[in-house]
Antibody, heavy 122, light 107 residues
Framework: QVQLQESGPGLVKPSETLSLTCTVS?????????WGWIRQPPGKGLEWIGS???????YYNPSLKSRVTISLDTSENQFSLKLSSVTAADTAVYYC???????????????WGQGTLVTVSS | EIVMTQSPATLSVSPGERATLSCRAS??????LAWYQQKPGQAPRLLIY???TRATGIPARFSGSGSGTEFTLTISSLQSEDFAVYYC?????????FGGGTKVVIK
């Protein structure tokens, strides 16, 4: 059974870089699938941040692309998110998830990590 | 970017009744649509993918239909554990986009 767990600082200062890690258990991330990040501001809906294929190819939300980097660490069976120059608008619960697909499509997500709240404040 | 619009924003339903939730895409997404359920304090859970295929372990009272730009999630007989927020997501094109959600509340 695949499980995902987010980790990282819960508080980040404005203008700094948000860094989160997703640790995957029950499946080797280098074997297949996409691996994605999604966020949810308090009381609001879901926003896709980006996905990385097991080969390392990345896909980012154009609204965040200039600030986002997603990478794989296959030795630790983890993937990570870096979001630079954060502001209060980046305060959200950040989820990692496995991206599933059919040929010719992009991702739906299953399963998801439990999420981690990141607050941007000085 | 494909915009996903869900309606209504809030749906008031009595236990045991049918709930019908709608999701509209700004352009065709074929059948590349997923539905998720989210309860307070929890991560979203996949219910449906491919517009109509139930995910593993999802009860048969959940069904999805539609293609192109119009989609429906139906809960045939609402149970107490079904009161939650439901999101649709298109995966026909990058960037992936979600609808704003429908909150199903007890009438």
């Amino acid at each position: 059974q695949v499980q995902l767990q987010e980790s990282g600082p819960g508080l980040v200062k404005p203008s700094e870089t948000l860094s989160l890690t997703c640790t995957v258990s029950g499946y080797s991330i280098s074997s297949g699938y996409y691996w994605g990040w999604i966020r949810q501001p308090p009381g609001k809906g879901l926003e896709w941040i980006g996905s990385i294929y097991h080969t390392g190819s990345t896909y980012y939300n154009p609204s965040l692309k200039s600030r986002v980097t997603i990478s794989l660490d296959t030795s630790e069976n983890q993937f990570s998110l870096k979001l630079s120059s954060v502001t209060a608008a980046d305060t959200a619960v950040y989820y990692c998830a496995r991206g599933q697909q059919q040929p010719g499509t992009s991702n739906w997500f299953d399963p998801w990590g439990q999420g981690t709240l990141v607050t941007v404040s000085s | 970017e494909i915009v996903m619009t869900q309606s209504p924003a809030t749906l008031s339903v009595s236990p045991g009744e049918r709930a019908t939730l709608s999701c509209r895409a700004s352009q065709s997404v074929s059948s590349n649509l997923a539905w998720y359920q989210q309860k307070p304090g929890q991560a979203p859970r996949l219910l449906i993918y491919g517009a109509s295929t139930r995910a593993t372990g999802i009860p048969a009272r959940f069904s999805g239909s539609g293609s192109g730009t119009e989609f429906t999630l139906t809960i045939s007989s609402l149970q107490s554990e079904d009161f939650a927020v439901y999101y649709c997501q298109q995966y026909n094109n990058w960037p992936l986009t979600f609808g704003g959600g429908t909150k199903v509340v007890i009438k």
